[in-house]
């Protein structure tokens, strides 16, 4: 993987050695980040990660101005890596790390963010709870969007807070705004 644009433009990022990372392909992040840029800002934005893995999508909102990101999973690996990138990439100040179940994660104290990413296994069968803690809460700030990478199989375009889908083969993504 590699980092599509901004101060970290061509960097590599690679995948952590865990056997269930799905990392978010570059085809499908520049799409997603197209979205964001055409619609709203990501300079000086808040953001967080749910099942952020290798942190390929927060290192790029990085990349691409965000003030600062909170990388969430459960994998031990995952957060050290994505430790171990923050230091290659000069950017600890910036990152902070929580190694949690992102459902245990999301039942805590909320703190508004203004852009939440979130890339589930596409075998995870909370996605729907999941979704409904984020948008359902005060885990975004007004104006905030929450991003959810899933498959064919989940269908959230009758969901109130639905803004648009876009379709990268068999990857969905489903763009929400904050109820606020």
Request: glycine share 8%; aromatic share 10%; charged share 25%.
């Amino acid at each position: 993987m590699r980092i599509i644009t901004g101060l970290l433009k061509g960097r590599n990022l690679p995948t952590p050695k865990v056997a269930d990372v799905r990392p978010t392909t570059d085809r499908v992040k520049e799409g997603i980040f197209s979205v964001i840029e055409s619609r709203r800002f990501i300079r000086n934005c808040s953001v967080l990660e749910l099942f952020a893995g290798s942190g390929n999508l927060g290192f790029e909102a990085l990349s691409r101005g965000a003030k600062s990101v909170l990388f969430v999973d459960h994998d031990l690996h995952c957060i050290e890596h994505i430790e171990k990138m923050a230091k290659k990439f000069d950017l600890v100040s910036q990152v902070r790390t929580a190694r949690l179940d992102v459902m245990h994660f999301l039942q805590g104290p909320a703190v508004p963010y203004d852009i939440i990413l979130a890339d589930p296994p596409y075998t995870y069968e909370n996605v729907e709870q999941m979704m409904e803690l984020v948008t359902g809460s005060d885990w975004l700030k007004e104006g905030g969007w929450f991003i959810l990478e899933h498959n064919k199989y989940h269908d959230f375009t009758q969901h109130d807070l639905f803004l648009l889908e876009k379709e990268y083969g068999r990857t969905l993504v489903s763009f929400f705004k904050g109820a606020r």
